[in-house]
């Protein structure tokens, strides 16, 4: 046989991953892995170790949205045991549970949107939907716990061991971040700024008004919600057992939420394809969660983990659907489909059910995906569609078109709801095409403050730009791969900066020279590769027309790339090893992460700020950093925050906006500084915080409103707005309105 043929031929395996040869007993690997994660932690936290361990409690409360979605996810995959993306693939019982955990989420998701839209939201009613969920998912998780505990254990092999104690640094890094409060890691991400001004704020105000429609004042209460939603859940058994003003289950439960939903993408990405080794599937794995972006995403409340975990799956699924004959375990040799396989020759047949289910499976998956993130529906529907139109399924890709549309329906619904008018029915996908679809609430001038501030910088016009963009947010972009210059600059920098000058060979990234290789050795395997690498193109494109050109936005284009390595490492065994010891480079990185970021590695060093691991912010007191009296802010006083438009942690009646939405306070002070301050008063507000530099930084960047200055704000002195004379952070200053503060 030529070595053109061998390299085309599929590994041999077993549909369970049953080796022979192997020497470890799968549940020592696993103590191993127990062991060096703990250990990894260890070394990353010293004696802050128990603070972590007690912080990660809280993964409790995640658990119990997460257990019932994955048991009445089980109900829902039934329909799927006999259909071939299930009983092909190499881990049928693995995938399933995968896919019926994401389902189960993508189920309570909703389900939580219409007991919002009905003002359902407290006295216990989402628990008891969750109780609802068990119950109807518990016989057949029954049912399926007894098919897996009799199956005796796998056996692995010595650089499948090596892969599982790699990624114990990746995730011990994942774990000890996600032990961060919002707001207080991560500083490429504003630290944390977006779960601060939504994604953690929306659902805190939903509970609080009993409702889901969109805030006045915060115009990404019109996004989608998905996972804000379980975010939601997870808070409303929170404030079931604690007092309504503590946020301390929603913010850590809800990380540890994303942190569940990460993992879960990390199995997913390397059980759902099938076709390839066990090794080659760890180490997909291993490269996703190896990447730093995957880390600052799952560590924080974002919804990216949630599009991510959708998105996977429905590639998986058309891919499967694409290659019928060259992943069909009818056509394998019986031999290499392992014992208890009999008859699956005959039921691999194809069937016209088989296709109908699968166009309904991909469709409700990426409607779930777009309803976590809009971005999804470029950088996951697209592909989806150039795949099926490469395979001319015209009629699949109509059925899942309309299926996913159908899925996100419902945030459309709402949408329109809230910014219907007598002139429009309401845009569907409000603030995107406000110019087109109808604005809103919004002027003419808001409406280009968001799309300025949502498209490229000018700098970056043209192709030119926008391919060196995204040359600098990918190949040289350290949270995507480090390169030799992130290892040299670790300990010197302490905001972990490039400095200008540094030569690009310095900051290419270690794992782009895993992923280029990758590519072109992964055409050997054929068709399923080039497919791939259509995905690729596709998202490529997508993130060069279709967003802002930041680095965390391409994260998606990672799932194609790890599978071309799994393929890749498939098709030369030999690359598997040199791509090991690449992936070990970069999961050490993983692990020194928290150095710059937090002072962390080998115990807590000396730093400017307090270490505010396992604990929450009493804001503002905390905020500002500062001596205000204790109980001056309580949940009845009513604070207004000018330029600061996150208020996640702020105790009491927050009045405030983004800097997309109408600003109340500019609108008085554009009528003089008395009607401002007399405004403030007789709308009861008690303390104006300003925070010049905010406002100055949002000037800059998103063209604040010039009408709203230090001066502007101290000009209303002299009708009862009297400046306090707390010490706090540079740039605030705190403001009592008349006489109706303390």
């Not at 953690?200 to 009993?210: G, I």
């Not at 010197?492 to 060979?505: C, M």
């Not at 009513?638 to 906006?657: H, K, Q």
């Amino acid at each position: 046989m030529t070595r053109k043929k061998l390299l085309r031929m599929p590994p041999a395996h077993s549909p369970r991953g049953v080796r022979t040869g192997g020497w470890s007993p799968v549940f020592i690997a696993a103590a191993l892995a127990l062991v060096a994660l703990v250990g990894v932690m260890l070394i990353i936290t010293g004696p802050l170790i128990p603070v972590v361990l007690a912080t990660l409690c809280n993964m409790v409360w995640a658990l119990t949205v997460f257990v019932p979605a994955a048991m009445f996810g089980l109900l829902l995959t039934r329909p799927l045991v006999k259909h071939p993306l299930v009983y092909t693939n190499d881990f049928p019982r693995a995938y399933r549970l995968i896919l019926a955990a994401a389902l189960g989420l993508g189920f309570e998701s909703l389900a939580t949107l219409g007991l919002g839209w009905l003002h359902l939201l407290s006295h216990g009613i989402p628990a008891l939907m969750l109780l609802i969920l068990a119950a109807a998912g518990y016989p057949t998780g029954r049912d399926f716990l007894k098919d897996v505990i009799p199956k005796p254990p796998d056996r692995l092999t010595p650089s499948e061991i090596i892969l599982l104690l790699l990624m114990a640094l990746p995730v011990a890094t994942l774990l000890v971040a996600a032990c961060f409060p919002a707001g207080s890691l991560w500083h490429t991400e504003g630290n944390g700024y977006d779960v601060l001004e939504y994604h953690l704020q929306l659902p805190k105000q939903y509970l609080a008004s009993n409702n889901i429609m969109p805030v006045v004042g915060n115009i990404y209460s019109y996004l989608p919600l998905n996972i804000e939603m379980l975010y939601m859940l997870v808070g409303s058994l929170g404030k079931m057992a604690l007092p309504p003003a503590d946020l301390y289950e929603l913010v850590y439960a809800s990380q540890m939420l994303n942190v569940l939903i990460t993992l879960l993408t990390a199995a997913a990405i390397a059980i759902a394809v099938p076709g390839i080794s066990r090794r080659s599937r760890l180490l997909a794995a291993l490269a996703y969660l190896a990447i730093p972006w995957t880390l600052v995403t799952g560590s924080l409340a974002y919804n990216d983990g949630g599009a991510c975990l959708f998105g996977v799956l429905a590639l998986a699924t058309v891919l499967h659907a694409s290659w019928p004959r060259a992943l069909a375990v009818g056509e394998r040799p019986q031999s290499e489909c392992g014992a208890g396989t009999a008859g699956i020759a005959e039921r691999a047949k194809p069937r016209l059910s088989d296709g109908v289910i699968t166009c309904l499976l991909t469709g409700i998956l990426l409607g779930l995906a777009v309803g976590c993130k809009m971005t999804a529906g470029v950088m996951f529907a697209l592909p989806v569609a150039a795949i099926l139109l490469a395979n001319r399924h015209w009629k699949k890709l109509l059925i899942t078109s309309l299926v996913a549309l159908a899925l996100y329906s419902p945030w459309m619904i709402r949408s329109m709801a809230a910014t219907h008018t007598s002139q429009s029915l309401g845009n569907p996908v409000f603030p995107l095409f406000a110019q087109t679809l109808g604005t809103d609430h919004w002027t003419t001038r808001l409406a280009n403050r968001f799309d300025r501030g949502h498209r490229p910088p000018a700098r970056l016009a043209g192709l030119t730009g926008h391919l060196r963009a995204l040359a600098k947010q990918s190949l040289l972009d350290r949270q995507w791969s480090p390169g030799a210059a992130a290892f040299a600059e670790l300990f010197d920098k302490p905001r972990f900066t490039t400095p200008p000058g540094t030569p690009w060979i310095a900051r290419l990234g270690i794992l782009w020279l895993v992923f280029f290789p990758a590519a072109l050795v992964a055409l050997l395997r054929g068709r399923i590769a080039l497919m791939m690498l259509l995905v690729l193109f596709v998202q490529v494109l997508a993130w060069l027309t279709c967003t802002q050109l930041e680095a965390r936005f391409l994260l998606p284009a990672a799932v194609p790339l790890v599978w071309l390595t799994a393929l890749a490492a498939d098709a030369i065994g030999g690359l598997s090893r040199l791509f090991m010891g690449m992936l070990a480079l970069q999961a050490l990185f993983c692990g020194l992460l928290l150095w710059p970021e937090a002072h962390l590695f080998f115990g807590p060093q000396p730093a400017n700020r307090a270490l505010a691991l396992g604990r929450i912010f009493l804001l503002p007191e905390d905020w500002i950093d500062q001596d205000i009296p204790p109980g001056t802010f309580t949940p009845t006083t009513t604070i207004y925050l000018e330029g600061y438009s996150a208020p996640l942690y702020v105790r009491g009646n927050v009045i405030y906006s983004t800097v997309f939405d109408r600003n109340p306070l500019a609108q008085q002070l554009r009528k003089g500084p008395q009607t401002a301050a007399h405004w403030l008063i007789t709308h009861r507000v008690n303390y104006l915080i300003f925070d010049s530099m905010e406002v100055a930084r949002l000037r800059r960047t998103y063209g604040f409103d010039r009408v709203v200055t230090p001066a502007a704000i101290a000009a209303m002195e002299p009708f009862g707005i009297i400046p306090m004379p707390w010490k706090t952070t540079p740039g605030i200053t705190i403001y009592r309105c008349g006489d109706m503060g303390p």
